[in-house]
């Protein structure tokens, strides 16, 4: 009779950690969509700093980031335990977020880029953060940590809350592992990245310096590619905040998810690219959704700014 119990008790470990396994990877491949948003903002956030004090820039914000997902997955853990009805509104929330920071993005790019650059040209960072201004270095370092921070928060809380719509109908201990694993495994991710990234210039820098050829070679492929690197992942992360925002917003709407897909089955129909079509469909789809959906909230959030300024 042990043996039994005993055998019926790992059954349902392994059954509970298949369910954890499966909703990770669930849970992962949708909060990707704003891991290139995050990998692009924190990379900038700490540019501008001395080059010796990048990685514990880097660190410092990456503590930061802990400490919000210790405050957020607790949270997201009492809403779904308490206030489970708030889960769709918070996802439509954040995927709404997400679609109005993409467009913002969009409109300041191709919009006010001309403008912005004529009226207000950006400060050069390097020389306050190496004391040239006279400055505080160790200040300047602090409110660059903060403002990192600050970024990290919002998009901490929009992974949580994608998570979070992930796991809402598992068992509560099944969603505290999910969680947590999540808010560490994006932790560890974003900022092992972003030190990579920051450090790409360095790395390209000494192995242009080395004797052998072949390492010089590479180390200017490196220097000349890391600007680029930077300009992609911010297009991708831009993409990406439609895709997600886009296909949360969706979700939440029935009558268009199931028009969504229809038309992907429709496309699925099709001879010979059927396949690829059915699956690129609820993604496109999405995404121009997204976009429509953030140029409405940028409108209706412009509009509020005008009547309060106008107010005042």
Same mark, same amino acid.
């Given at each position: 009779?042990?043996g039994a119990s005993l055998l019926t008790l790992l059954d349902d470990i392994a059954?509970?950690?298949?369910?954890?396994?499966?909703?990770?990877?669930?849970?992962?491949?949708?909060?990707?969509?704003?891991?290139?948003?995050?990998?692009?903002?924190?990379?900038?956030?700490?540019?501008?700093?001395?080059?010796?004090?990048?990685?514990?820039?880097?660190?410092?914000?990456?503590?930061?980031?802990?400490?919000?997902?210790?405050?957020?997955?607790?949270?997201?853990?009492?809403?779904?335990?308490?206030?489970?009805?708030?889960?769709?509104?918070?996802?439509?929330?954040?995927?709404?977020?997400?679609?109005?920071?993409?467009?913002?993005?969009?409109?300041?790019?191709?919009?006010?880029?001309?403008?912005?650059?004529?009226?207000?040209?950006?400060?050069?960072?390097?020389?306050?953060?190496?004391?040239?201004?006279?400055?505080?270095?160790?200040?300047?370092? $602090?409110?660059?940590?903060?403002?990192?921070?600050?970024?990290?928060?919002?998009?901490?809380?929009?992974?949580?809350?994608?998570?979070?719509?992930?796991?809402?109908?598992?068992?509560?201990?099944?969603?505290?592992?999910?969680?947590?694993?999540?808010?560490?495994?994006?932790?560890?991710?974003?900022?092992?990245?972003?030190?990579?990234?920051?450090?790409?210039?360095?790395?390209?820098?000494?192995?242009?310096?080395?004797?052998?050829?072949?390492?010089?070679?590479?180390?200017?492929?490196?220097?000349?590619?890391?600007?680029?690197?930077?300009?992609?992942?911010?297009?991708?992360?831009?993409?990406?905040?439609?895709?997600?925002?886009?296909?949360?917003?969706?979700?939440?709407?029935?009558?268009?998810?199931?028009?969504?897909?229809?038309?992907?089955?429709?496309?699925?129909?099709?001879?010979?690219?059927?396949?690829?079509?059915?699956?690129?469909?609820?993604?496109?789809?999405?995404?121009?959704?997204?976009?429509?959906?953030?140029?409405?909230?940028?409108?209706?959030?412009?509009?509020?700014?005008?009547? $309060?300024?106008? $107010?005042?």
């Open positions: 009779m042990a059954s509970v950690l298949d369910d954890v396994a499966a909703m990770t990877k669930v849970a992962a491949k949708k909060t990707a969509g704003v891991l290139g948003d995050d990998l692009a903002l924190n990379a900038q956030q700490v540019s501008g700093v001395r080059a010796d004090r990048e990685l514990p820039v880097v660190l410092a914000v990456a503590k930061g980031s802990a400490l919000n997902k210790l405050i957020l997955v607790p949270a997201a853990l009492l809403i779904s335990a308490f206030a489970p009805w708030a889960v769709t509104p918070l996802l439509m929330l954040g995927g709404a977020f997400l679609c109005y920071e993409g467009f913002e993005k969009l409109a300041e790019r191709f919009l006010h880029g001309p403008e912005k650059t004529a009226e207000a040209p950006e400060p050069v960072e390097a020389p306050v953060a190496q004391g040239e201004t006279g400055l505080d270095p160790l200040a300047y370092e $602090r409110d660059k940590v903060k403002g990192a921070i600050r970024t990290d928060f919002i998009l901490s809380a929009e992974i949580i809350a994608i998570t979070l719509g992930t796991v809402a109908d598992a068992a509560f201990m099944t969603q505290v592992v999910v969680m947590t694993g999540i808010a560490a495994i994006m932790t560890v991710g974003v900022y092992g990245l972003v030190a990579g990234i920051v450090k790409l210039d360095d790395l390209g820098l000494y192995l242009s310096q080395r004797a052998a050829a072949s390492a010089q070679r590479l180390g200017r492929g490196i220097l000349r590619a890391a600007p680029y690197l930077m300009k992609t992942l911010s297009v991708v992360g831009t993409a990406a905040m439609f895709m997600v925002g886009g296909g949360i917003l969706a979700h939440g709407i029935a009558p268009l998810h199931h028009g969504i897909e229809a038309l992907a089955g429709q496309a699925a129909g099709i001879a010979g690219i059927g396949g690829l079509l059915a699956a690129l469909t609820p993604t496109l789809l999405n995404a121009l959704f997204g976009i429509a959906a953030g140029a409405l909230v940028l409108a209706g959030v412009s509009l509020v700014g005008r009547l $309060r300024g106008a $107010r005042h």
